[in-house]
């Protein structure tokens, strides 16, 4: 088990960026595939990005393609979410996952979940 905690939300004008950063806890933390989702409100929450365990390899969402980026450090225990070109339907609370295996696009297939941080845009 990891623990996660998020961290960079806040408000935001339309246009702008935020990098977001999940601080992760124990020694297993490049045994997992890291994931970004988000929730906004009244909707379900939804995967944004994954990066694989040695962050060679990336996926995302293909609305989010082009303006979002994630990384990681594995030596910090830490994934990042870089969010350029914010719009207010960017409007959510994302949540950073650890995943142990499988394709790990899926919410269901993510075992650790942050508390989530907030990320708010005005137009």
């Known amino acids: 088990q990891v623990q996660l905690v998020e961290s960079g939300g806040g408000l935001v004008q339309a246009g702008g960026s935020l990098r977001l950063s999940c601080a992760a806890s124990g020694r297993t933390f490049s045994t997992y595939v890291m994931g970004w989702f988000r929730q906004a409100p009244g909707k379900e929450r939804d995967f944004v990005a994954r990066?694989?365990?040695?962050?060679?390899?990336?996926y995302y969402a293909d609305s989010l393609k082009g303006r979002f980026s994630i990384s990681r450090d594995n030596a910090k225990n830490t994934v990042y979410l870089q969010m350029n070109s914010l719009n207010p339907e960017d409007t959510a609370v994302y949540y950073c996952?650890?995943?142990?295996?499988?394709?790990?696009?899926?919410?269901?297939?993510?075992?650790?979940w942050g508390q989530g941080t907030q990320v708010t845009v005005s137009s």
């Open positions: 996952a650890a995943c142990r295996g499988g394709v790990c696009v899926r919410e269901r297939e993510y075992d650790d």
């Open positions: 990066i694989s365990r040695s962050g060679s390899f990336t």
